[in-house]
């Protein structure tokens, strides 16, 4: 089964409370452009995030807002950054990386709630039901470029409406030489 395959760059999602410490009281994020996934954009927002160690700017927040303020990046990023993040499901906070989020008006200092976004597939749930994938199974996926291979360790991430599209990180987007064309093909998962 083909699969189109996305790149994601770094990346801030924030719940309403913490937008409005980061850039105002009754702040609302400027829509750049969509995304592949329904309902999801780009924001003309960026932050800055920061450790003892170092800081990123330039850092684009994603829209709309939600229930959790999570922070995204690469392993080249935690490395910058002198983090050691686990790799998870967005969401999936509990015992992440501290972090602080700059903004124009404010900042946040988070506790937890860095991550590395585990690789993943999202599908909606009429595509899950007809290929027989099921929430959080586990594929393989091959890339056929000059420096392809294979990725392990893809879950499967089920929602009502999704644009059936492989996720990945900048280091492995790279590392495979992906482009905006690139393909993907999941292996057997039965």
């Known amino acids: 089964m083909k699969i189109n395959i996305g790149v994601s760059n770094r990346h801030v999602h924030l719940k309403k409370d913490d937008l409005e410490v ?49 922070v995204e990046i690469s392993k080249t990023d935690a490395f910058k950054l002198g983090l050691k993040p686990p790799i998870r499901t967005s969401g999936d906070l509990e015992g ?59 879950h499967i991430k089920i929602s009502k409406e999704a644009f059936l599209e492989l996720h990945v990180d900048t280091d492995d987007g790279n590392g495979f030489l992906i482009s905006s064309d690139t393909m993907g093909e999941i292996l057997d998962h039965e």
């Open 22 to 70: 980061l850039f105002g009281e009754g702040y609302e994020l400027t829509k750049a452009r969509d995304l592949t996934q329904p309902g999801m954009y780009a924001s003309a927002e960026k932050v800055t995030i920061k450790t003892e160690k170092d800081q990123i700017g330039n850092v684009r927040v994603l829209g709309p807002a939600r229930n959790y303020t999570q």
């Open 96 to 154: 992440s990386s501290p972090i602080t989020i700059i903004g124009p008006k404010g900042e946040l200092q988070l506790e937890q709630g860095c991550i590395i976004a585990n690789r993943h597939i999202h599908i909606s749930e009429e595509d899950a039901k007809k290929y027989g994938f099921e929430n959080d199974q586990i594929v393989s996926v091959k890339v056929d470029t000059e420096k392809g291979g294979i990725f392990d360790h893809v």
